[in-house]
């Protein structure tokens, strides 16, 4: 095999594998997310269901509903306080308000919906928050 047939093959080889990579890490026709991250932000943001509580919680540490868009695409899953086992999967993820302070929210996540269970500020000092009053009624 003379040198131009074998560096043909070679640029070919070269091309294939380019066009497998983009397709494969940079999105190509259907972007599945796959860092274990990315996959839980994804679940969330497909399942995730808002209730009056969840939406106070969020306005108690100054986050809107655009923050939480964001939260979901760019978020921090911090996986060593997330309980992942079982068919109730509790993830925590951390993320900044518009105050740059780091708050900490905590989603409970079943087969098919995902609710905010908890929302509190990083840092330790706890949010107050009328919505936690009303969970005696």
Not at 68 to 91: C, H, M, P, W
Not at 128 to 134: G, H, R, T
Request: aromatic letters at 12%.
């Amino acid at each position: 095999m003379d040198q131009r047939k074998r560096f043909g093959f070679y640029i070919f080889g070269i091309g294939i594998g380019i066009v497998s990579v983009y397709f494969l890490f940079f999105g190509g026709p259907s972007t599945r997310p796959w860092t274990p991250n990315d996959m839980v932000l994804f679940r969330l943001k497909e399942t995730l269901h808002l209730d009056d509580k969840a939406n106070c919680r969020m306005k108690c540490v100054h986050f809107g509903h655009k923050d939480l868009a964001v939260l979901l695409e760019i978020g921090n899953v911090e996986f060593n306080r997330s309980q992942t086992e079982g068919d109730l999967k509790s993830y925590v993820v951390l993320a900044s308000n518009k105050a740059k302070r780091k708050v900490r929210f905590t989603f409970e996540c079943g087969p098919s919906v995902a609710s905010i269970s908890k929302v509190e500020f990083a840092e330790g000092a706890p949010a107050s928050c009328p919505c936690d009053d009303e969970a005696s009624d």
